[in-house]
């Protein structure tokens, strides 16, 4: 395979976005074991977050090329452009699944059990936005997988800690995946595509978004206090406030050109500055 080939690849599936969730996987299992945990947990967590991850991006591709096809923000795509066959991509995302299968199948009974579960969530949220604008709190229950299974992979078990993580990071990724379907408001809007910014109008899509990342902020506050975390905690609670106070200043219903900006860049820095303050209070 030419290098080339590995771009479009890497391309097709938005590795670059695998900072957003991989952090939060990492800080479940932090949590679960009060500590850094042993390298063999490393390993399988970040196979089957690869696999997960790969399989629905490209299973998403696989389902929304004709509708990229006719966006002019997505034609440039390699699938609407023909670049990938698509039995290759399918082949990713059968190789994809079995990866998270044979991770779970090393880390305990639980992780396996509900490996279907992730599957059934990555095929689904694809259509959300084909019948209701509630589509970006489907890729708000994606992304929470990720804390609820870095805890699963450790314990084996669901407490009430890993569910006020995983609200709070459901909050924040529908929150961005608002701001970031502010910028397809028109291509919706004549494709019959439903998103809150369609159904709402900007100005309101902002204000849902705005209290998302509010409701972000109050669930990571009170997971600090009932985990008992140390100063180092509120201190990269404070700093990824100011990264959610960022995004949101960057964007108005009025000016949409910083939107790659808010998305990318302060999400991601978002969810390393809470995974490493998070790793400093628990690092023993």
């Excluded at 991989?22 to 074991?33: C, W």
């Excluded at 998302?212 to 985990?227: D, E, P, R, S």
């Amino acid at each position: 395979m030419g290098l080339n080939k590995i771009r479009l690849f890497i391309e097709l599936v938005k590795f670059e976005h695998t900072i957003f969730a991989l952090p939060f996987a990492y800080l479940g299992a932090l949590l679960a074991f009060r500590g850094i945990f042993p390298l063999s947990y490393w390993l399988w967590i970040t196979l089957a977050m690869v696999g997960a991850r790969t399989a629905g991006m490209a299973l998403n591709r696989l389902i929304d090329c004709k509708i990229d096809a006719k966006n002019l923000r997505t034609a440039n795509r390699a699938l609407p452009q023909g670049l990938i066959p698509l039995w290759q991509v399918w082949l990713l995302v059968f190789g994809g699944f079995f990866l998270l299968f044979f991770s779970a199948y090393h880390l305990n009974f639980l992780a396996l059990v509900l490996s279907p579960l992730a599957i059934v969530l990555l095929v689904s949220y694809s259509y959300f936005k084909r019948f209701t604008w509630a589509t970006h709190f489907g890729i708000g229950v994606i992304l929470a997988c990720a804390p609820m299974g870095g805890w699963i992979a450790i314990r084996g078990d669901i407490t009430f800690l890993p569910v006020i993580l995983s609200l709070g990071v459901l909050c924040w990724a529908a929150g961005f995946d608002i701001i970031y379907a502010m910028q397809d408001l028109k291509f919706d809007q004549e494709e019959n595509l439903y998103s809150i910014p369609r159904s709402f109008g900007l100005k309101k899509a902002l204000t849902i978004s705005k209290t998302l990342h509010l409701l972000t902020i109050t669930c990571l506050f009170n997971l600090g206090i009932l985990a008992h975390l140390t100063i180092y905690y509120w201190v990269g609670l404070v700093m990824a406030t100011i990264l959610l106070v960022y995004e949101h200043r960057l964007i108005s219903p009025f000016d949409l050109s910083k939107v790659n900006q808010a998305f990318f860049a302060a999400n991601g820095l978002f969810s390393l500055t809470v995974f490493i303050f998070t790793t400093l209070s628990l690092a023993k």
